[in-house]
């Protein structure tokens, strides 16, 4: 990777821990400065200072709760303002393993202002202005529970199918202004999501990758132009057929009369 043509700068959310201080790592070292987001303020300063020294990148902490507006705005303002961003990496979410019969409302409320509404208005704010710009990389973090929907709590599974149906519709609505998008779908990985999701053993289960294994996968997806990056995915052609049976059966659903399966005449 060439690290001395100039990246602009990479805004992670979700950087203080996890899949999003990996990202961090990785895009420092090719090259990015960095402005990491999340709750955590001493924690962010950890990975910040860790970077500094090891890149020599220049890194700046934003700590904000994606979830109360006003912090959020603040977020949406440095995107639309600050001309260095080129790319925005929509990665802060949380989970629950909850079913409907046992997790709190409120609780999913939240997960819903975080895992959707947050990413979508920071993709609203990054995406005219790299449009503006001419140039710009949206990374939005999905999950394979987006597919695998009965998998974990129903109202996170619903999150991520949204994450992975607004990026088609992004990457609908960009493609042909120099604005790539890409969708990211880890499967279980090992971080601290597991902990707040309410299943801690599933960090060390045999079928659970680890954050530096789904970045680095991520990344070498995004550099081989994917639009949709599933890095536990081996059999990566029922993936390519999923995608052409979704669109051979898009076209199909518009018609004014019923399906004569029903009857009605
Ligand atoms: N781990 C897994 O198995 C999988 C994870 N994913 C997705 O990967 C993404 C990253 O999760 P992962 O790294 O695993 O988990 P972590 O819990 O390690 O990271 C979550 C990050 O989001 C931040 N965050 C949480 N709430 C807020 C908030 N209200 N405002 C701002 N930042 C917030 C946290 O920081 P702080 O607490 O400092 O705010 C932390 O940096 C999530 O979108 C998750 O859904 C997808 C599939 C599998
Ligand atoms: N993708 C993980 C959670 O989001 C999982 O597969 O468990």
Same mark, same amino acid.
């Given at each position: 990777m060439n690290n001395h043509f100039p990246k602009g700068t990479a805004l992670v959310t979700g950087a203080s821990s996890g899949i999003g201080a990996v990202y961090a790592d990785r895009l420092a070292k090719r090259g990015y400065d960095l402005?990491?987001?999340?709750?955590?303020?001493? #924690? %962010?300063?950890?990975? *910040?200072?860790?970077?500094?020294? @090891?890149? =020599?990148?220049?890194?700046? /902490?934003?700590? !904000?709760?994606?979830?109360?507006?006003?912090?959020?705005?603040?977020?949406?303002?440095?995107?639309?303002?600050?001309?260095?961003?080129?790319?925005?990496?929509?990665?802060?979410?949380?989970?629950?393993?909850?079913?409907?019969?046992?997790?709190?409302?409120?609780?999913?409320?939240?997960?819903?202002?975080?895992?959707?509404?947050?990413?979508? #208005? %920071?993709?609203?704010? *990054?995406?005219?202005?790299?449009? @503006?710009? =001419?140039?710009?990389?949206? /990374?939005?973090? !999905?999950?394979?529970?987006?597919?695998?929907?009965?998998?974990?709590?129903?109202?996170?599974?619903?999150?991520?199918?949204?994450?992975?149906s607004f990026g088609h519709s992004l990457q609908k609505d960009l493609a042909d202004k120099g604005v790539r998008v890409q969708t990211v779908m880890p499967g279980a990985t090992a971080t601290e999501f597991w902990d707040i999701a309410g299943y801690a053993p599933q960090k060390t289960s045999e079928i659970t990758m680890s954050a530096e294994h789904c970045v680095d996968a991520a990344l070498a997806g995004l550099d081989a132009g994917e639009l949709v990056t599933i890095p536990g995915l081996h059999e990566g052609e029922l993936w390519t057929r999923w995608e052409a049976d979704r669109r051979e059966i898009s076209p199909k659903f518009r018609n004014a009369k019923p399906a004569p399966r029903y009857g009605i005449v």
């Open positions: 402005i990491l987001v999340a709750r955590n303020e001493q #924690r %962010l300063n950890v990975v *910040a200072d860790r970077l500094r020294g @090891a890149t =020599g990148r220049q890194i700046t /902490v934003l700590a !904000a709760d994606l979830n109360d507006k006003a912090s959020l705005a603040k977020v949406e303002a440095v995107l639309r303002d600050n001309a260095s961003i080129t790319m925005l990496v929509n990665n802060a979410g949380v989970g629950s393993v909850a079913s409907i019969l046992q997790a709190d409302v409120d609780k999913m409320e939240e997960m819903i202002d975080l895992n959707i509404t947050a990413l979508t #208005r %920071l993709s609203y704010a *990054a995406a005219p202005a790299f449009v @503006a710009r =001419g140039a710009g990389t949206i /990374v939005n973090i !999905a999950s394979v529970v987006g597919i695998a929907v009965e998998a974990l709590n129903g109202v996170y599974s619903a999150s991520k199918s949204y994450v992975l």
